[in-house]
């Protein structure tokens, strides 16, 4: 039986890490897979199971940080859902919701999810950062809140047909920004770090480059660089069926 309130080294936790990874990549295949071949009762199925295991993963994750965690510290500076990835995450939920009720934002939210999920949440696998993280539990809860991301973005894409363009790119920068202004005030009245707008994370990143703010306006510069190459899976599949 796991215990997810045994605390364990940096190597533990790494290997902890990589370990949920590997399940989360068969996690994703599977979804995929699943998602190209799903009628139209097993879509609607398996899309509320997604939404219900994505709002309990939120859950078991404050709860964590509460009650299960003796050596988190919850703060205001830290624990609001105000990183880009906490944004990307309920994007995607509401990117599933609206394919189940037909809302009209459904691809406003599906290149949001898209965009911050395949930039800020694969990053946040690729590169993990250990701040705050001392137990199974906590790693849990981080990779899931990433991890998530991609599965539902995936089946968004082979369910349901969700493509990304150079006009969602658009759309994604400009809503990033406009965030930027209300997430940039909040931290400087509570002095708090969200979006890592005030400092980088504390990871080894090849696209964090320079001190503030010089490494916020070279993610301006890269941001539709990356989009760019977010959008050529589906120049392929288009160029391809033609």
Known sequence: MLDFTLQLSDP?????????????VFAWIFISVL?????????????LILVLLSFFQ???????????????????QTDLPLHLCHFAYWF??????????????KQFFFN?????????????????????????GDMLSLHLQHSLIILNVLWLIFAYGMKFNLKGVMQVFLFTNILLIFVGIINT?????????????????PFLIGD??????????IFFIYGYFLCLPFVVVRFFKK
């Not at 709860?63 to 205001?76: A, D, Q, T, W």
Request: with cysteine.
């Open 35 to 47: 998602g190209f071949q799903a009628g139209e009762s097993l879509k609607y199925k398996i899309t």
């Open 189 to 205: 009245v509570i002095e708090s770090n969200y979006m890592f707008l005030c400092k980088p994370p504390d990871v080894n990143n």
């Open 58 to 76: 939120e859950v078991f994750d404050y709860y964590n940080r509460f009650f299960l965690s003796e050596l988190y510290i919850v703060k205001i």
């Open 212 to 221: 503030w703010p010089f490494y916020l306006i070279i993610l301006e510069l």
């Open 92 to 105: 995607s939920v509401l990117g599933m919701l609206a394919q189940v009720y037909n809302y009209k934002n």
């Open 12 to 24: 533990q936790l790494y290997n902890a890490h990589w370990n949920i990874t590997y399940v989360m």
């Open 112 to 136: 949001c999810a898209y965009f911050l999920g395949f930039s800020g949440a694969f990053q946040g696998i690729v590169t993990v950062d250990l701040t705050g993280i001392f137990t199974f």
